[in-house]
């Protein structure tokens, strides 16, 4: 297997319920099973009434200010990662405490972290979300001691820039001896999340190399085939791919004013909705989906942004939705594009955007920003 067969059979594991393949094969794939097995996520908390919607990931500084959501990172410039559980649940009446505990897994399976944390919901509150994250990073101490070593305080200024997608500068000499450079591990990592011993979700995230990741964005620029129109593994079908104006914050279905063409001036952010038409699962399954924003106007069809969306299908929910949003408040989507420096608004032109589950663009819709 090559590396994205490799990360794509462990991020598969659970969503499509995949039976054990020779190291020297293909991604097996095997239907949703009508149960969910021991020790498999189950996607809900009793004591909340809450169904687990999706768990994310993000990277930040150690006090979170934005959150980038992802499963794929620069393994010599990411800080902390953080998980994020999304839940639905009703109003519970009251403020509600519970204790959450994730169990973190390295490249080899091996667990590298275990954290405790106790999390408060409010009395009215239906959607609520929590999250903590973790560095695991190593140290690599590189000895020279023939050349002088380049200051490490430019070196971490480096690493601000490659987050930014900006050019690096040339680090002065401070000197011989050796310097500490501090990165994640290189692979794929688990982390699981357990609320009274049970776990009720688990997710994955890579750690890989700039090229690599902007390396996997233009392969699938270059992708011409048809939407499948459907995630076979599961048996559901798109039924739909929509898109709306939206702030920050998306709001309820029934708010939504859907459309395909929408006003340059006071257009902010646009969301997209996948309707997914499927029976009950019977067992709760992460659902990770990535999606590019295409342009087209005067200079050419070119990638504007990506996005990932870590969703779930719940087990006792037939026909789900998933919805998310492009927007221009933060480079960093657009940074991970692979195409340098952001516009920082909507520029006129039509637009497509292209879903992805698992490297398999599974719809494609369109619609057009105009004067």
């Not at 010599?76 to 639905?88: D, F, P, T």
Request: with cysteine; proline share 6%.
């Amino acid at each position: 297997m090559d590396r994205w067969s490799r990360l794509s059979w462990t991020l598969l594991a659970l969503l499509l319920a995949m039976s054990a393949a020779p190291a020297d094969s293909g991604v097996q794939f095997a239907q949703a099973r009508s149960a969910s097995r021991p020790g498999e996520p189950t996607g809900t908390i009793p004591a909340l009434r809450a169904t687990v919607t999706g768990l994310r990931f993000f990277e930040s500084p150690q006090r979170p200010t934005k959150k980038h959501y992802d499963n794929i990172f620069f393994y010599n410039a990411a800080r902390y990662i953080y998980w994020e559980l999304i839940l639905s649940h009703p109003a519970l009446g009251r403020q509600t405490s519970f204790a959450v505990e994730d169990i973190w897994h390295g490249p080899g399976g091996d667990i590298v972290h275990r954290g405790a944390h106790v999390f408060a919901l409010e009395g009215d509150w239906t959607d609520s979300f929590v999250f903590a994250g973790a560095r695991k990073v190593g140290t690599i101490t590189v000895d020279n001691p023939v050349a002088s070593i380049p200051d490490p305080a430019c070196l971490e200024r480096n690493a601000d820039r490659r987050r930014r997608n900006e050019p690096e500068v040339s680090c002065p000499a401070v000197g011989h001896g050796s310097v500490d450079l501090e990165r994640w591990g290189r692979g794929v990592y688990q982390v699981d999340i357990l609320v009274d011993k049970q776990t009720v979700a688990t997710g994955w995230f890579a750690m890989w190399e700039k090229d690599e990741i902007y390396g996997e964005v233009e392969e699938k620029a270059r992708d011409r085939a048809s939407p499948a129109g459907g995630i076979a593994a599961i048996n559901a079908k798109v039924a739909s791919l929509r898109f709306f104006e939206t702030g920050v914050d998306v709001p309820p279905q029934r708010d939504r004013r859907y459309g395909t063409r929408f006003p340059l001036m006071t257009t902010h952010n646009i969301g997209w909705e996948l309707n997914l038409s499927h029976a009950v699962t019977r067992q709760w399954l992460p659902l990770p989906i990535e999606a590019l924003l295409y342009v087209t106007d005067g200079q050419g069809q070119r990638v504007m942004q990506r996005r990932v969306m870590q969703s779930a299908v719940p087990a006792g929910w037939p026909n789900t939705s998933h919805v998310d949003l492009f927007a221009w408040d933060d480079d960093y989507y657009y940074q991970r594009a692979g195409n340098g420096r952001s516009p920082g608004k909507w520029l006129p032109g039509s637009y497509r955007v292209d879903l992805y589950v698992q490297n398999r663009k599974i719809a494609s819709g369109a619609f057009e920003v105009a004067r």
